[in-house]
């Protein structure tokens, strides 16, 4: 009887410390970190699942949404869903400053612009936006940006505020 009752308390409070995480997002330290280092251990199935488990579950979340951001580049190849997501986060924070550094900004700015960028490059070298999605492959831009470097797409997660995009769902 006391053994039933043991086990009914410990799976009654991994219950309620599941729950209580489910609902809150992890930190942006610790996306920056998962990603990262899923990266660099060629982990693409467990970025894939990371990434958009984290987005379906915390969408309104700025470091989910830039994980996504990158995601639907890399594995993807969907540009323009991914230069959505991050004008998104912009316009939210040029609305809404507060939460976000300056630096933040500047570097989601630079990170807008490059991805309109490549976009635009793709056009001009005749690389229609079906054909860069069907090219997508996370392995290309790993060996690409060789074994001991990040793409800066990731790198920009360690700049993501603790922050909702939209202010009264924090």
């Known amino acids: 009887m006391i053994r039933i009752v043991t086990m009914s308390v410990l799976v009654f409070s991994m ?3 599941s729950n209580l995480q489910a609902q809150m997002p992890p930190s942006p330290e610790e996306v920056a970190n998962t990603v990262s280092n899923l990266w660099m251990q060629r982990d693409f199935t467990g970025m894939s699942n990371f990434v958009t488990n984290l987005y379906m579950a915390h969408s309104n979340y ?3 949404i830039m994980a996504s951001a ?3 580049h890399c594995f993807s190849g969907d540009i323009a869903k991914a230069t ?3 004008v998104i986060v912009r316009d939210c924070a040029t609305n809404w400053p507060s939460g976000y550094a300056h630096a933040f900004l500047d570097v989601l700015g630079s990170r807008i612009n ?3 960028g490549e976009s635009r490059l ?3 070298r005749g690389i229609s936006e079906t054909q860069h999605k069907q090219n997508a492959d ?3 831009l790993r060996d690409y940006v060789g074994d001991d470097r990040l793409p800066m797409a990731i790198y920009y997660l360690f700049w993501a505020p603790n922050t909702n995009v939209w202010p009264e769902s924090n």
């Open 15 to 17: 219950l309620i410390t």
């Open 62 to 64: 700025v470091p989910a």
């Open 70 to 72: 990158f995601h639907d």
């Open 84 to 86: 959505n997501k991050l």
């Open 114 to 116: 490059w991805a309109v």
């Open 122 to 124: 793709a056009l001009k």
């Open 138 to 140: 996370p392995q290309a």
